[in-house]
């Protein structure tokens, strides 16, 4: 493993300056689990920093335990974690406890340098982990009370119309909190963005993975989100859309995308 874990921009100097980064000793666990804590919390201060006061009362109240593939919580991990409501707790690999996080921890309270710069994400994959589980927490308490589950249970269908609604409420919120100047793509194109016609737009698939689904997915999932964000701001933004799914109505993703975001404006108050 490398002593040097890329080149980390701290924001106060607007300088690019090496970080070097920290693996716990896995002969004191105890401390790795302790310094891993205090990174989650890092990582609450660096979201609140930069998009207001998200977390609220959640904050205070997370605990972070970690799982060995022995213990029977470990089947219900996504990939490198899960959010357990019920408990308020993150549930974790225990393998990463051992992944590199900045040294000095504190670097950790920036938020965007981690997403702005390739080398960061490539060298602290743990700080994504971490902010992963912060806002699916933040869904999951939302959705909650509306007896509803984040990610929507839509998103595990088969059935394209259903699928693809789900996944760009997703995609369009990992975008909008992840790349800070957004892409620059042609919204003009609503009709390759937003389908008006779904079940020709399925039939012209090749299968799931196609380009043109991607797309659908992504940027039409951004113009979906993005707008409600900039205009109701991120935590009540965020709060509509966990308690409220995102379906096709009339077979056409164009006329259903403009009727959720009238909703939204009428309902979020």
């Known amino acids: 493993m490398s002593k040097l874990a890329g080149l980390l921009l701290l924001p106060t100097f607007g300088l690019l300056t090496p970080a070097l980064a920290f693996s716990c000793p896995w002969h004191n666990e105890d401390r790795c689990k302790e310094r891993f804590e205090e990174l989650v919390q890092y990582r609450v201060q660096a979201i609140e920093s930069e998009f207001g006061d998200v977390f609220s009362d959640l904050r205070n109240d997370i605990t972070v335990k970690f799982v060995s593939r022995k213990s029977p919580e470990y089947a219900q991990l996504r990939n490198e974690g899960d959010y357990d409501r019920e408990h308020r707790t993150f549930l974790l690999p225990l393998r990463l406890l051992g992944a590199r996080i900045p040294n000095p921890l504190s670097w950790a309270v920036y938020y965007w340098p981690f997403y702005q710069h390739r080398e960061n994400r490539e060298a602290f994959p743990v700080i994504e982990t971490v902010d992963n589980l912060l806002w699916t927490a933040y869904l999951q308490e939302a959705a909650e009370r509306r007896n509803l589950t984040w990610p929507h249970t ?38 390759l963005i937003w389908p008006e ?43 509509y859309i966990a308690q409220t799914p995102f379906v096709v109505e009339d077979d056409n993703l164009r006329l259903s995308a403009f009727r959720y975001q009238e909703r939204a404006r009428r309902e979020i108050m």
């Open 197 to 239: 016609n779904l079940t020709e737009f399925r039939e012209g698939l090749w299968r799931n993975g196609d380009e043109s689904y991607r797309n659908v997915k992504h940027y039409g999932g951004i113009l979906l989100v993005r707008p409600l964000i900039e205009e109701f701001g991120l935590a009540r933004a965020l709060q």
């Open 154 to 191: 839509d998103c595990d269908s088969m059935d394209i119309e259903k699928r693809l609604p789900c996944e760009m409420l997703m995609e369009g919120i990992s975008e909008y909190v992840k790349d800070r100047h957004g892409n620059i793509f042609n919204a003009n194109r609503l009709e």
